[in-house]
Each structure stands twice: as C-alpha cells, then as structure tokens.
C-alpha cells in the first residue's frame, strides 16, 4: 500500500504493486504511473488523507473550506487538459476516463477539484483543447484580468 497504516486497511486503497511515484521531468516534478491496464470506467482506487482547512501543495479540495492532504499519491496527479482520470472528493474516487494502458502517466484536470490552486501555471499538454494558462475553476486568467484592465483604461 503507498498509504502509511494509520490511515487504515482499506483494499481499494492504491497498492504498491498498481502504482508507482515516479519523477517526470524537471517542469512537472513527479507523477504517478499505473503498472496495471485499466479500461474506461473503472475504479483505479479510493483515495484519502488528512483534512486540513487551507490550500498547500499535495492537497485536494474537498469542500469550501475543507482540503484532504495526501502526499502519497493523490496530491502527485499531472494535469492535462484532456485528463484519462477523474476524481470525486466526495466520494474519494478516482476513475478511468479513458483506456489507461500499463506503464501510463495519471493526469487529472486540476480545475475539476480546485476552486483555487496553489499555484497557477502554464500548460504544455499539447492536448487541442489545452487551456494555455490553468487556474482553479473560480479564478481568473491573468490573461483575462489584463483584457478588462485594457479596456477600463480606454474608456
Ligand atoms: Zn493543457
């Protein structure tokens, strides 16, 4: 099991022998690769870890003002625009989207779990509908906020 004992026995949990926490490369830091072949649809494992009630690296929200802390497997998804994972943070699920083949890097789309992230950043997912410039789901672009500052100042 990548969880440590305290957090309980739960099978479902991500196993060692499923999932690896693996470097990528030095702009994304590390990822998590499956060492199994999933197929659309199915349940790669129930997640958990501590809540705590504000943002940091390696936390998942949960609600308003609820984040769970797992810097054990969760809190290591890539991000990508075109995800082949959803999680549900209510039910603590993550799922297949898409036919996931051994040896496979997990990606999630930040923005479906974050109102805010801990820190934005440009992507290179090279994915057609990649957003360029990924912010929680209730920020802004900075982008965006420039294009209002621009037109306020001409009028
Ligand atoms: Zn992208």
Request: proline share 6%; hydrophobic share 35%; net charge negative.
């Amino acid at each position: 099991m990548l969880y440590p004992q305290t957090f309980g026995n739960n099978p479902l949990f991500p196993q060692a022998c499923d999932f690896a926490v693996v470097p990528k490369d030095n702009n994304s830091g590390f990822g998590v690769i499956t060492h199994r072949h999933f197929k659309a649809g199915d349940l790669l494992a129930v997640v958990s870890g501590e809540i705590v009630p504000d943002i940091r690296q390696h936390t998942l929200q949960v609600s308003s003002n609820e984040h769970m802390y797992d810097p054990y497997f969760t809190g290591y998804l890539l991000h990508s625009c075109e995800p082949n994972v959803s999680l549900d943070m209510k039910k603590k699920t993550l799922r297949a989207l898409t036919d996931i083949p051994a040896g496979t890097y997990l990606y999630m789309d930040y923005a479906e779990t974050e109102d805010t992230l801990f820190k934005q950043f440009g992507c290179c997912c090279g994915s057609a509908s990649c957003r360029g410039w990924i912010t929680g789901r209730k920020e802004t672009s900075p982008h965006v906020v420039m294009e209002q500052h621009d037109v306020a100042r001409t009028h």
